[in-house]
């Protein structure tokens, strides 16, 4: 029996591309990307950002409830690990932060050529199956 595993898509680009889709998202300069996240019905959440949510809420009701609280409050005290998720982007479509591989397919597709255009340095596609995902080093389990 095979497993349906969910997907996800992510992009990374270059600093001020970034920059530019967390404070005005609807840029020019930005090519056709919003129009392609608007066909797909994604929005674009910056890694880094939603690290420090994470960070925050389990701060405010309960760092214990939260296993990943350790390893991420770590990675965005990082420098080094801030200055590269601040240009990573996870795609959530209809809100969902994991979809049906059709859909990631699809977006997958669509945002090929903006790497080949200069907008996006790379696209990148994951599953949810915990074989293929980094687990938590020792110290933060």
Known sequence: MTEDWQFQVRMEMNEDLATMVRSDPGNPALG?????????????????????EYVAEAEAYGAEKYPLHKWTKATIEDPAKKAKYLKSFTLYVDGNEVYPKEHADSLE????????????????????????????????R
Do not use: M, W
Request: net charge negative.
């Open 32 to 52: 056709t990307l919003p129009e392609i996240l608007s066909e797909h019905r994604a929005v674009a959440k910056c890694q880094f950002d939603a690290f420090t």
């Open 109 to 140: 597709a669509a945002l090929g050529p903006l790497v080949d255009a200069g907008i996006l340095v790379r696209v990148s596609k994951y599953d949810t199956n915990p074989q293929n995902n980094p687990q938590p080093p020792p110290q933060y």
